[in-house]
């Protein structure tokens, strides 16, 4: 494990963040899902389009590369059907600061921003506010390192 990874493990869990790694670190999936395959902890990525962190229900759900998304309403669900590519978060669900820096973080679902139509979502507060300080600069960063990353396992990096 590299020393950067280290310090961000360790400053994430003394600030109680979100749980670090929820997903398997051990995994080489380019998608960030739950042990049963629901992405984004179960929140309504149409939601996040018009502005809202909003939890989904499995009573509307649907797949979309192999991972499970909860919607809000069934016209969030039909939405999403017709382009998911459209709704579906950058990097996988993963934290779009830690692609930026090339690592593979969890997401708190409730830190979020959606630019130019992309959702991108990060790990807490503190890496939300960072990641926004410098949008363009991060973006061109994950979008370079996105390539050599999104198949190797977190602990990999």
Not at 24 to 48: C, H, M, P, T
Not at 80 to 103: D, E, H, R, T
Not at 109 to 132: I, R
Request: glycine share 6%; hydrophobic share 45%; charged share 15%.
């Amino acid at each position: 494990m590299n020393i950067a990874k280290s310090v961000a493990i360790a400053l994430a869990l003394a600030l109680g963040s979100t749980p670090l790694l929820a997903f398997d670190a051990s995994s080489k999936a380019d998608v960030n899902l739950s042990a049963e395959r629901v992405i984004v902890s179960g929140y309504d990525v149409v939601a996040y389009h018009a502005g809202k962190a909003m939890q989904g229900s499995p009573d509307h759900s649907a797949e979309f590369n192999g991972a499970v998304y909860f919607f809000a309403s069934a016209a969030n669900r039909d939405a999403f059907q017709q382009s998911p590519q459209k709704f579906a978060p950058a990097y996988g669900g993963f934290c779009a600061m830690g692609v930026a820096l090339g690592q593979k973080f969890d997401v708190d679902p409730t830190q979020f921003k959606v630019v130019d139509g992309v959702l991108y979502l990060n790990k807490d507060p503190e890496v939300a506010e960072l990641w926004s300080k410098a949008i363009p600069k991060n973006i061109a960063s994950a979008n370079q390192h996105w390539p050599s990353i999104k198949s190797k396992a977190p602990e990999a990096l």
